[in-house]
């Protein structure tokens, strides 16, 4: 009995090997982040258009645990020119955090254009909102339970980026469209590991996945940009848009132990011991007359 517990609890240690763990390094959203309302005549009788800038991430939101960061910004502002304004709405958050062997990251920017008043007859009125922010996050591979610095480690990433449109638009005539971007750099220990992007108009989400290996103690950095822009164009007396778009890049990272060759030698041993017992262990059985 004592030998065949042993050599499961060899197969079982072989076996279930322990992951390594994330911890958070330095966070950055420093950057230009800027949002711009215009309004202007395409006659040109109104004048230049008005712009003001929003808040940087982290200007209302600022929350730092051990295992997550939260930042983000929200402004809004009426820009007028002549008899005309229109409201210009920005918001910019920023998420991360980690949980055992997991990571995980997201950016989220959006922009809405709403409560307009049209009040010149006849003038062709345009509307533009931009919302650019950026992240950048550091992760360090830290030892779980029975691992060592300088361990081998398995990265798997998943990134993915999402779009939004919507608009309840009343006008004589109007017209719209969102643009989107987002995109990413990957580092290992400063070494480009990947990089890539996503441009698309409408409603979208589109990602990649990939993997590769580190070793434990090595840092990882990663940068993501997400903006969001609408822009609307209204003729005549009346035109009330409500626009509002979003975008959100998406980043979740696992990291998983590569066993070592005396590991697997470990787990075979244990395996072929457990056999062995199996195999020399007598048969028995019990046999039962029927009498009539």
């Known amino acids: 009995m004592k030998k065949t517990l042993l050599t499961l609890a060899l197969a079982t240690m072989a076996a279930h090997a322990q992951a390594a763990t994330w911890t958070l390094g330095d966070t950055s959203t420093s950057g230009s982040r800027f949002s711009v309302a215009a309004l202007t005549d395409t006659v ?30 929200w ?41 307009a008043t049209i009040a010149d007859t006849g ?51 109007l017209t719209f469209e969102q643009d989107f971007y987002s995109s990413y750099d990957l580092y290992l220990n400063g070494s480009v590991m990947d990089a890539g992007s996503f441009d698309a108009l409408g409603s979208v989400g589109v990602g990649e996945y990939w993997s590769f290996q580190a070793h434990i103690g090595d840092e990882i950095r990663l940068e993501m940009r997400s903006q969001s822009q609408i822009t609307g164009t209204a003729l005549g007396l009346g035109g009330t848009p409500e626009l509002f778009g979003g975008s959100e890049a998406f980043a979740s990272m696992t990291v998983t132990p590569v066993p070592e060759p005396e590991s697997w030698a470990m787990l075979l041993m244990g395996l072929g011991l457990v056999g062995l017992r199996l195999r020399s262990k007598p048969k028995s059985f019990t046999q039962n007359k029927i009498s009539a």
């Not at 009426?78 to 958050?93: K, P, Q």
């Not at 062709?124 to 931009?130: E, R």
Request: net charge negative; aromatic share 4%.
């Open 44 to 73: 040109g009788s109104l004048g230049s258009a008005n712009q003001f800038l929003s808040g940087n991430i982290g200007s209302y939101i600022n929350e730092t645990t051990i295992d997550s960061v939260t930042v983000g910004s």
């Open 75 to 115: 402004d809004a502002s009426t820009v007028t020119l002549g008899g005309n304004s229109i409201d210009l709405g920005i918001s910019h958050e920023a998420n991360v955090s980690i949980a055992g062997n997991v990571a995980i990251a997201n950016l989220i920017t959006s922009v809405s254009l709403d409560n």
């Open 123 to 173: 003038l062709t009125l345009n509307y533009h909102g931009h919302a650019p922010s950026r992240l950048t996050q550091n992760f360090i591979i830290a030892p779980e339970l029975g691992e060592a610095m300088g361990d081998l480690v398995n990265i798997n990433m998943d990134i993915w980026a999402t779009h939004s449109l919507d608009g309840n638009l009343i006008a004589d005539s």
